[in-house]
């Protein structure tokens, strides 16, 4: 894992940034305590140990899940519940407090830049996307990549493929109006109820719109959403126990 420290960041897309939706803007400000964050999404093999303790279910689609060749691969065809749960069982089995991350938690380690207190457009910065820097449709592969398989793409934090390769499913329900609330506490769980859950990072099947670290998607929670779908977890507190 990779540590996030607290502190206040800047959440949300810049009033001028064109290819922004309205539900990625004002900008604001946000307060997190520090945490720790899955250097890269979840994959089949990890997965599987949560599937064998029978804690969770296995994915809807399970030949990826399946194929040796795969281990490494993000483990997808998974439903929100599903990515849930596997937290959860990794904190029984630990003693962390394991969870999935917050919207906020997920952008603050996919976008701010801790040397300069910047915000960056990408994991890495705000230089336009290159087949070189993450798995994304202009890359031309078509299919998911094993986990960490674009180190140049790194995060400040040291995350990795937090732009392309797969969707990550993360804690909060999706609201488009969300930003536009007054009033924002620290460690913002978003809204109590919806009917979609928030999407973040883009894939390997979508295009650098897609791929920006404010850009936020809902998707239905009791839905798989393809191959293109998985998550990572993160753990709160200053040290891992």
Request: with cysteine; hydrophobic share 30%.
């Amino acid at each position: 894992m990779r540590f996030v420290p607290g502190g206040s960041f800047l959440m949300g897309a810049v009033a001028d940034d064109s290819d922004a939706s309205g539900d990625e803007k004002p900008q604001h400000e946000v307060i997190l305590s520090p945490f720790w964050i899955d250097r890269t999404e979840v994959t089949n093999a990890q997965y599987k140990l949560c599937v064998d303790a029978e804690a969770c279910e296995p994915p809807v689609r399970r030949k990826d899940f399946d194929t040796p060749e795969r281990t490494n691969y993000p483990v997808v065809y998974v439903k929100w519940e599903n990515a849930d749960s596997y937290c959860k069982w990794l904190g029984t089995k630990t003693g962390w407090n394991v969870r999935l991350p917050t919207e906020a938690q997920w952008e603050k380690a996919a976008s701010w830049d801790p040397a300069t207190n910047t915000k960056r457009l990408y994991p890495w910065g705000s230089d336009k996307p290159d087949k070189n820097w993450l798995n994304y449709q202009g890359g031309g592969i078509g299919d998911a990549a094993p986990v960490g398989s674009y180190p140049t793409g790194t995060s400040a934090y040291g995350a990795l493929d937090m732009a392309g390769n797969v969707w990550e499913w993360v804690a909060d329900w999706y609201d488009s109006d969300w930003y536009r609330l007054p009033g924002v506490p620290r460690d913002p769980p978003g809204p109590t109820f919806g009917r979609l859950r928030v999407m973040r990072g883009g894939s390997f099947g979508f295009g650098s719109t897609d791929a920006r670290a404010t850009n936020r998607e809902g998707g239905e929670a009791d839905k798989a959403n393809g191959d293109g779908l998985g998550f990572r977890c993160v753990v709160n507190g200053e040290r891992l126990p």
